[in-house]
């Protein structure tokens, strides 16, 4: 079982409403609760990438500057 706030609210999809309301996005009630859900999934691999030592100071992606 979940644990869920005064209102109902899982703390998962209360972060994903407030990320969504921070970016300024408001998808559909079924998005909403997809996001909500894939969120936990989410976190945990953005920890993984974070966890790296060696990494911890590299770009996280290929840098390119296009030559004009």
Do not use: F, I
């Not at 994903?16 to 909403?32: H, I, M, N, Q, V």
């Not at 997809?34 to 691999?45: D, G, I, S, V």
């Amino acid at each position: 079982m979940l644990d869920a706030d005064a209102t109902g609210q899982t703390a998962d999809r209360a972060t994903a409403e407030a990320l969504l309301a921070a970016s300024g996005l408001s998808p559909a009630p079924a998005e909403t609760d997809a996001l909500a859900a894939a969120y936990p999934a989410l976190r945990a691999m953005a920890a993984v990438l974070h966890a790296v030592p060696e990494a911890r100071y590299e770009a996280p992606a290929v840098n390119w500057t296009p030559a004009l």
